[in-house]
């Protein structure tokens, strides 16, 4: 089944304690990319990937680091969190190019900061 | 700077009325557009999607846009409705030099339906 694969779904941490929020595509996906959801603002783009060892920054990327190393993964890195991080996340690939648009999300992960 | 507004927060309609949810856009190039819906508790899913050609276009589960560029909008729409369409909606751009590296997300029509 395709799918995007996000861990975990749920986590509450603390101020400062790195985290990591996994995301793996079964698609051969080229294109990959990191959102925040908070109520009122939608989707905000965090980082995007267009392949493998190419990231960009979105509109949101401060407090984040991603990587790129193997096309099927994007994990979101928080090194360290602070509560306004608290937000809905969501990982999504397409094929990219033209296609970039038809993106594919993960189920999300909820994301809380003390 | 590419943006899109979506005037509507939250709108109730009855089952089996017709829907039309507003989206208006604006990016100086022709746009990719997108409308995605995200039911409770889930990731989003593409509806529809217009990248040149007829300005009507058809999505799944029975939705349509149209496209119109001399109002910079692209509308979502629905001849009747059905109570397992109540979910939150997102319209979208795509931006960037690529014309779709960067898809832009407007910030969500929540959709309820009265019984």
């Known amino acids: 089944e395709a799918q995007v694969t996000q861990n975990p779904r749920y986590l509450i941490t603390v101020t400062g304690k790195k985290l990591t929020v996994t995301c793996s595509q079964n698609m051969n996906h080229e294109y990959m990319s990191w959102y925040r959801q908070d109520p009122g603002l939608g989707l905000r783009q965090i980082y995007y990937?267009?392949?493998?060892?190419?990231?960009d920054k979105g509109d949101v990327p401060e407090g984040y680091k991603v990587s790129r190393k193997e096309k099927r993964n994007f994990p979101l890195i928080l090194e360290s969190p602070s509560p306004n991080q608290t937000s809905l996340y969501f990982c999504?690939?397409?094929?990219?190019?033209?296609?970039?648009?038809?993106?594919?999300f993960g189920e999300g992960s909820r994301l809380t900061v003390l | 700077a590419q943006s899109v507004t979506q005037p509507d927060i939250h709108i109730t309609v009855s089952e089996g009325a017709s829907l039309e949810l507003r989206c208006n856009y604006s990016y100086g190039a022709t746009p990719y557009l997108f409308w995605y819906v995200q039911s409770p508790g889930q990731g989003l899913q593409l509806l529809l999607k217009y990248f040149s050609g007829d300005t009507l276009v058809q999505g799944i589960k029975g939705f349509e846009a149209e496209f119109k560029r001399s109002q910079s909008s692209f509308n979502l729409r629905k001849p009747s409705v059905h109570w397992s369409d109540a979910a939150e909606y997102f319209c979208?751009?795509?931006?960037?030099?690529?014309?779709?590296?960067?898809?832009?997300f407007g910030s969500g029509t929540r959709l309820s339906i009265r019984p």
């Open positions: 979208a751009v795509g931006a960037g030099y690529s014309s779709a590296s960067k898809i832009i």
């Open positions: 990937s267009m392949n493998v060892e190419v990231t």
């Open positions: 999504a690939s397409s094929l990219g190019g033209r296609d970039t648009g038809e993106l594919f």
